[in-house]
């Protein structure tokens, strides 16, 4: 049985923002540290955060780079590289990691803004975990969650769920709301198991296990609520195992590590890929259409998917009333090719990342530039006109910057912009190089205060 049990580890260097173009943390003594330029700016669209649009993330929190952003409907999540998780948006249930009815001190104005910085919707802020190294993020609609490992050497060490914000997503069983990160345990028949990737998606939540194991919780496919870990049969081969999981409104995909793609949930609008007759899944079943192929990797958005093939080619299914699967049709029960040659600059340029939010969708080509379509309400795709797009479209806001980090939330979407090391296209050896040693820092770091103690 999996439940929640109160914080066992508290948060360190809460950051508020009260400039309007960087991040200030402060010291002990409680004065501000120097401003410092940094090269990492956030392009948000849609209905994004608050005066998050062109902002600048400061060196304190991003030397290293950006490791991942996770969105949710209204508010995301960014894990830097030296260990901070930096949160905007939404705030009404605490998924933004802060007390929701704790006033903002010297709260910034702007008229032209559409949404107004509040309590319950954070411009951003930031904080770590004390004593332990986040090592990954998930975001659903109205909460969040964190996966910590704690720093050092201890032999029983091992890594730790977290969940804030809306309680059924976070699987409280007392049905309470908390801004705190929370540990979820996973319960007797679980105890001895270690957790290697967390997931989220609207109102439910997963994590993988090290032995290959995968447990859900939250609001399930056919409504109903379940609080209570179970475990998510999975019929692979006895030598594949799986490697990432998407959930949509309704619906999740699974791509394991021999590329093979399997989908459950509801198919009212086809999101599954396996054609009209079936109506829903109870568990991952393969689908058929892509036996043949290697899959690099999947996007489930509200209703409709995305998936990507190891040539780069990008398949869609489901839900098309807004352009989202950009085909002809309205709806596709059967995944079909976005048409992507000659559109995508050079004849050579192919998709590399792709990403889905609640009716709109996105993808990184290998040329570094960003394409999107679907749903453009409040101009969600970085396009100037308010209209549905039904192809995908380059994003001139954009156009020839170095993109570090995409993610599309249900309502907006988000693009951190930095040096060439640190695009997603551009990482080589030097990227690699500079974080070999910051982890040969870090470690030395661990090592030396674990020796203190003893």
Known sequence: MAFWKALWCSRDKEVSVTETTRLLPRLEDNRIVSKQESPFVVFAYGIAPPQLHLRRIPTEFTRVGIAKIACGSEHF?????????????????????????????NPISDESAIIQESPTNLRLSAFNIENHRVVDI????????????????????????????????????????????????????????TVSKIFAGHMRSAVLLESGKLLMWGEWFNGAKQRQMREIKLSLKSNDRCKKVSIGKMHALMVTEQGKLYSWGDNTYGELGTGRTIKNKNSPNLVPFFQNMTILDCAAGGRHSLVLEETGRVFAFGDNSEGQCAIDANRTYEPIQIETVGMLGEDSSKARFIYAGDAHSALLS???????????????????????????????????????????????????????????????????????????????????GEAHEN
């Open 138 to 193: 998930a975001a659903g609609s109205y909460h969040s969650l964190v996966l910590v490992h704690p720093q050092g050497l201890r032999q029983d060490a091992v890594s730790r769920v977290m969940a804030f914000g809306h309680e059924l997503g976070c699987g409280f069983f007392d049905k309470q709301h908390r801004h705190l990160p929370t540990e979820i345990e996973l319960g007797q028949s679980y105890s001895m198991e």
């Open 366 to 448: 290998s040329e570094g530039d960003l394409f999107a379509w679907g749903d453009n309400s409040a101009c969600r795709l970085g396009i100037s006109s308010t209209s549905s797009v039904f192809r995908p479209t380059l994003v001139d806001d954009i156009m020839g910057r170095n993109i570090c980090a995409v993610g599309l939330g249900g309502f907006f979407s988000v693009c951190i912009i930095g040096p060439h090391q640190f695009s997603l296209v551009g990482r080589n050896e030097n990227m690699i190089k500079v974080q070999t040693i910051f982890n040969e820092m870090l470690q030395k770091r661990i090592n030396e």
């Open 77 to 105: 999540l960014m894990l830097t590289e030296n260990n901070f998780v930096l949160a905007a948006g939404n705030n009404a249930y605490g998924q933004c990691g802060r007390d929701p009815q704790r006033p903002i001190e």
